[in-house]
């Protein structure tokens, strides 16, 4: 159950700024903020081949250090089950991991960045309402690479930033998990993006329109790792808009479709995702639908994915209780996924 530079370079960028983070932070001149989202969840899935259960957590903590004007040291840490279920569990395979350890400069209109994050591409894993909508966007996210990036606000009407990144996979001791132990990525494990030099890259244009509609574009190529593998390339679009009127309830809709061509470096192996949702919500209550799936041609697999999910949930101020079903098709094969999340955070 599933829920060319030289990297040495980069790698050195990543190991002076830890460095640089623990100079500071004996001082009173830095400036330090964090913050965390805690997540409890139980799972029940009721498929053919038996009932499976599943108790987790998840909890992402992100922390800043700001060691001169513009200039900060950030981190961003998951602990997290990283190993699939096989049967039922009870906060089994949870490992903590480094999702992000970059130097980071900000100016008044742009900003620039080295070390390990995660590129920008695609907006699905985390503006997807519900329990599980933003599953189908994790599964073509961009994360954990190395290399550098940057983005600049653009002087035309409305609120509107480009972005871009250079990068490879992580195959540094960051790419490992404390806890559960899930194993470094290595240049020998192939994949999409897995090179030597910084080959991959990505382009994403982000922003709200004057009338409120907010939008995603991005484009992005990942370098072929071994002989014989093809360059996979991917274009996104997404779509976003609030409304609201006098009773207090508030409707948000949000769609987006992803496409990808030699998907898995495969040639003429073709990927589509996609993830429709529509949250309304009065006072402190809110409910979801969200339909969403994938589909591969023949060379792909032929695999077939689609989903509708239904949710409920509750705002009790300092934390949310959701509940949620999701009804599953897979290659002719349907399930149900029942489930409740705890969610809070904490930080400043």
């Known amino acids: 159950m599933k829920f060319r530079v030289s990297t040495a370079l980069v790698s050195a960028c990543i190991a002076m700024s830890g460095v640089a983070f623990g100079q500071e932070a004996s001082t009173d001149t830095g400036r330090f903020s964090h913050e965390a989202a805690v997540e409890l969840t139980w799972d029940n899935l009721d498929a ?29 840490l998951t602990f997290e089950p990283v190993e699939d279920s096989e049967g039922d569990s009870v ?42 909508g933003a599953e189908i966007g994790e599964a073509y996210e961009t994360t954990e690479k190395v290399g550098f990036g940057g983005d600049i606000k653009l002087p035309v009407e409305g609120e509107h930033v480009l972005s871009a990144a250079v990068f490879t996979a992580d195959r540094s001791f960051l790419s490992e998990s404390i806890g559960t132990q899930r194993p470094a990525v290595e240049l020998a494990d192939g994949g999409p993006g897995n090179t030597e030099g910084l080959e991959s890259y990505a382009i994403s244009l982000d922003g709200q329109l004057t009338n409120g509609v907010g939008y995603s574009l991005g484009y992005r190529s990942l370098a072929a790792a071994q002989p014989g593998d093809e360059v996979e390339t991917g274009l996104v679009g997404g779509v976003s808009y609030s409304f609201g009127n006098e009773d207090g309830i508030a409707t948000d809709t949000f769609a987006e479709v992803a496409s990808f061509d030699n998907a898995d470096g495969v040639a003429d192996a073709q990927r589509t995702f996609y993830t429709a949702g529509l949250t309304v919500t009065r006072a402190e209550w809110h409910a979801a639908a969200i339909v969403s799936g ?9 695999a077939d994915l689609n989903r509708f999910e239904l949710s409920l949930g509750r705002d009790f101020g300092p934390a949310v209780l959701d509940a949620g079903v999701q009804f599953i098709e897979e290659d002719g094969e349907r399930s149900t996924l029942f489930g409740l999340r705890l969610s809070f955070g904490f930080g400043g």
């Open 48 to 76: 053919d081949a038996g009932d499976v259960s599943v108790i987790a957590a998840k909890v992402e903590y992100g922390a800043q250090f700001e060691f001169g004007e513009g200039w900060t040291v950030e981190t961003a």
């Open 91 to 132: 906060f089994e395979n949870q490992g903590l991991f480094a999702e992000e350890l970059k130097l980071h400069y900000a100016g008044d209109t742009f900003s620039v960045y080295a070390g390990k994050f995660n590129p920008v591409f695609s907006s699905a894993a985390g503006l997807a309402p519900g329990l599980y």
């Open 294 to 302: 994938s589909n591969d041609n023949d060379v792909a697999g032929g």
